[in-house]
């Protein structure tokens, strides 16, 4: 396993779909006895995976066994070769990672991740000191990599690839066995180190979650029901920008999906400007509920 930074100082590399898995963080969160508001810093893998969530390819981010979300599509463009490459000789990439999390994790619990990425030149050095042989037919494993994982406790998983009942009750009494010797191992290890040696050995991820709690995610009336929306990538900086420039015509509110609230906002200058500065401090609501499938995109 290649460290690509030995020390985290530049954290600006965002990570998307971060409220697909609160679940994942909190619970990183606790097992490294952060309170709420604090930060953590650690080590997080770069896996190359493809058919994720109706993506053809992504590169997720993950600490252990738990997914943390994935590098933004024109960061991912920008890694995937390398990081195919790296998967393709057996190596796992890891960079330095910082997980914020909110004040009140009771009430509304959110977090969010940022990296430490190097340049692509300082990646190859780092992976050449490290003894990572890249051959040709490594720098070639992306014109046909697959990496195929499953996560079929999550409803939009299981929706995505259409998977039965059946087969999501045989997979997740599987995963229960491979979750007790996991945290067995772990206790004994005393670390974060999964017993498998790396996801090359194996394409199936432990569920984070409890098994009693993860059928009443996914059936309900006999049967399965999704619960949750797809999520919806927001750009803070453009949403910014419309609320500072073009906010008292509901130009944020528009971008927000809030179509109703727009037009009220844009035939009375943003509530008379009352609205337009109310919604400096709970616009990011909207925002997280968008990113986590809580709320639809369009909502009058």
Known sequence: MTLLKILGEDYTQEVDREGLFFSNLRELAEDNSAAPGEEIELDLE????????????????????????WLPEEDMDYWWQLACAVHDAGGTIEVPGRVWTSRDWEKDFYASVRLDMPTMAEAETELENDGVELTSANRKAWTSFSNYIEEYWDPRWVEAHGMTEQEVEQRAEATRREVEEYRAQRKLEQ???????????????????????????????????PQYLPAAHISLPLLWFLWLFLGLFGGHRFYLGNIGIGIIQLFTAGGFGIWWLIDAFIMHNRVRALESGAEPRIKF
């Open 191 to 225: 670390g974060h180190t999964s017993p498998y040696g790396g996801w090359q050995e194996s394409h199936a991820q432990p569920s984070p979650y409890p098994q009693d709690l993860q059928q009443d995610r996914y059936h309900a009336d006999g049967g399965y029901a």
């Open 46 to 69: 770069l896996l190359p995976v493809t058919d994720y969530y109706g993506m053809d390819k992504a590169i997720i981010v993950r600490e252990s066994i738990n997914t943390l979300g």
